[in-house]
Nanobody
Framework: VQLVESGGGMVQPGESLRLSCVASGFTFSSYFMSWYRQAPGKERELVAAITNAGANTNYADSVKGRFTISRDNAKNTLYLKMNSLKPEDTALYYC?????????????WGQGTQVTVSS
């Protein structure tokens, strides 16, 4: 199983980024997928999750209305579109297999991609 994130970077407050996670080594369309993040000195937290066919999603309250999780099962790719970014969104963002409600449900993690929001 491999999960490879990309798309992170440094942006100013109010700007947007789109993260991607390319999955391999398993049947992507059979699994719930999620994005988690961890800021320095803080615990890892769920950002957003999506069911295997993409019909249902789950978002942290802090990102509702600003972030959108989606997936393309034909491309084995998970996405996170992040709009109206805030300094408090600064963190290392991880793609995960499973974890719709909790990281206890995650069985594989990507290596992470850094998002920094600063003026």
């Amino acid at each position: 199983v491999q999960l490879v994130e990309s798309g992170g970077g440094m942006v100013q407050p109010g700007e947007s980024l789109r993260l991607s996670c390319v999955a391999s080594g398993f049947t992507f369309s059979s699994y719930f997928m999620s994005w988690y993040r961890q800021a320095p000195g803080k615990e890892r937290e769920l950002v957003a999750a999506i069911t295997n066919a993409g019909a249902n999603t789950n978002y942290a309250d802090s990102v509702k209305g600003r972030f959108t999780i989606s997936r393309d099962n034909a491309k084995n790719t998970l996405y996170l579109k992040m709009n109206s970014l805030k300094p408090e969104d600064t963190a290392l963002y991880y793609c995960a297999r499973g974890g719709y409600y909790s990281d206890y449900e995650v069985d594989y993690w990507g290596q992470g991609t850094q998002v920094t929001v600063s003026s």
